[in-house]
């Protein structure tokens, strides 16, 4: 106790005077703050759910730049909510059993900071709503029509989220009107970004269009903080895709987050988050689950219950379509 006191007082009194060395070496004791001080962070990093590389190719040239993970992953997660062409995400998303395109998001910064969007309509960019309400409000959820009035009070436009091509298939599904998540087709894939900036500070997001031919008002994982995101700056951050229920119940990505600051690397808190979901769901195969994580020092992992979730990682050795290991092995 005595020895804790002399080292408060000293510091106060030399205005910063000691050294790193020497402070590094009065933690030796604490032998838990040792690697937080030797541990090289690779930096900087950016990684998304899936194959999505027009993302991570976006984020990273944000990062490169020397810009913020925040505006990294917002930018990349923008890049999917207007491709047409990915029908799980933003404009051209699947609607529900309604015919209504309803969007959910929510982003995370280094502070703890975070803004969530649930059953956003005629909005194309979910993901930028959430970082107003972040920013802009004192809450952290906004939902439905008071969601969707704010986003025309910032400026954004109304836009049409039903493609040619959805509408198409939404009347073709209505002929049988049959519900089903068939594993990893692309029907609830959602986009999660993590990234690490040049200053070591993490951020993520999350944005998706949710389920195809969803209950009207049904809201997944995605836009709940700590079940489709979290980001701990002193430790991590992770994210999920799939079946959000089966997230929501385990508080999934928190629970990842926690177990990293347990001392777990990515790959091992993804791997446990998986097996605590298929504990409560002890002989169920049909469904779809993948969790993607990096901690502190720029370490990435990813774990599935079915073989086909990927995810994209771009870093200062390349760009690629990292594979990942399952609960179930290929048949």
Known sequence: MQRRKFLKKSSLTTA???SAPVLASCKTENKVDVPSIVTAVTKPV?????????????????????????????????VEEADVSNETVGVGGRPDRDGNVTLDACIMDKDGNCGSVVYLQNIA??????????????????????????????????TDLLTESTRKQYEEWKKESKYETVINIENHDTIGMLAIDTNGDIAGACTTSGMAYKVAGRVGDSPIIGAGLYVDNEVGGATATGVG?????????????????QGKSPQ???EEGVKRIMKKNEGR?????????????GETGGYCVHPGFTYREYTNNGHENQPVESFYKQQ
């Not at 899936?50 to 913020?68: C, D, P």
């Not at 930028?128 to 029509?145: N, W, Y």
């Open 268 to 270: 091992e808190a993804c």
């Open 125 to 158: 960019h979910p993901i930028s709503v959430a970082r107003k309400v972040m920013e802009d409000t004192p809450h952290i959820i906004l939902a439905g029509k008071g969601a969707e009035q704010f986003a025309y009070e910032k400026g954004f436009k109304k």
């Open 245 to 261: 229920e089966e997230v929501i119940r385990t508080v999934g990505s928190f629970l990842i987050v926690e177990l990293m600051r």
């Open 16 to 18: 910063g005077l000691l």
């Open 285 to 297: 195969e049909d469904f779809q689950i993948g969790f993607l994580a990096i901690n502190k020092q």
């Open 46 to 78: 950016a990684i998304c759910t899936w194959n999505f590389m027009n993302a991570t190719a976006k984020a990273w040239e944000v990062l490169e730049k020397g810009g913020n993970a925040l505006d990294a992953v917002e930018q990349g997660v923008m």
